[in-house]
């Protein structure tokens, strides 16, 4: 079984036993959105030492846990999974997700730079992205950025320093 020597940060129980049939790997829980200071000084220490990635679902309060960590660990890895793969017979979880697609995940983590403008905003609105959601989509699986609407896109591509060429090579 595979090592992974980050703390992954999980939104419940059932993300745990997934990940642990899968690698042996540490894990901190949040509960949903109630983050305690107790596990975000866990996270806040994990990502001094032995660094943290990111792993919550692929929804909104995923999105608000994934902030609340990026303030704490500006460094921390984020691993997607699509939601497409996370749907289970009521919700949309990583306790749901195919063991394919968190493997993928995991391999493909990023990590989000502040102040980096690779991509200016008229280059992308040149790139018929916005209000195009299969287009949007397509970038959003190839940078691995996770689901995300226009606005955070843009944000994420200058995050990851992604430039206006690569996402046209994309899209070509």
């Known amino acids: 079984m595979r090592r992974?020597?980050?703390?992954?940060?999980?939104?419940?129980k059932h993300d745990v036993q997934k990940l642990h049939t899968l690698?042996?790997?540490?894990?901190?829980?949040t509960n949903g959105l109630?983050?305690?200071?107790?596990?975000m000084e866990l996270i806040r220490s994990a990502a001094d030492n032995q660094g943290i990635i990111v792993l919550t679902d692929p929804d909104h309060p995923g999105e608000v846990i994934?902030?609340?960590v990026m303030e704490i660990a500006p460094k921390a890895k984020h691993a997607f999974v699509n939601k497409k793969d996370a749907i289970g017979t009521r919700n949309v979880g990583i306790e749901y997700a195919t063991d394919e697609a968190i493997i993928e995940a995991l391999?493909?983590?990023?990590?989000?730079?502040?102040?980096?403008?690779?991509?200016t905003w008229s280059e992308?609105?040149?790139?018929?992205?916005?209000?195009?959601?299969?287009?949007?989509?397509?970038?959003?699986?190839?940078?691995?950025?996770g689901f995300c609407n226009n606005k955070t896109l843009f944000k994420r591509l200058n995050m990851l320093g992604i430039k206006y060429e690569d996402v046209k090579k994309v899209l070509d």
């Open 107 to 119: 391999e493909n983590c990023v990590v989000f730079e502040d102040k980096i403008n690779s991509i």
């Open 34 to 39: 109630s983050l305690d200071a107790g596990s």
């Open 23 to 29: 690698f042996d790997c540490d894990t901190v829980i």
């Open 66 to 68: 994934r902030k609340a």
């Open 4 to 12: 992974i020597k980050e703390l992954i940060v999980v939104e419940g």
């Open 124 to 145: 992308y609105l040149s790139l018929d992205i916005s209000g195009n959601k299969e287009r949007r989509n397509m970038v959003c699986e190839s940078f691995h950025t």
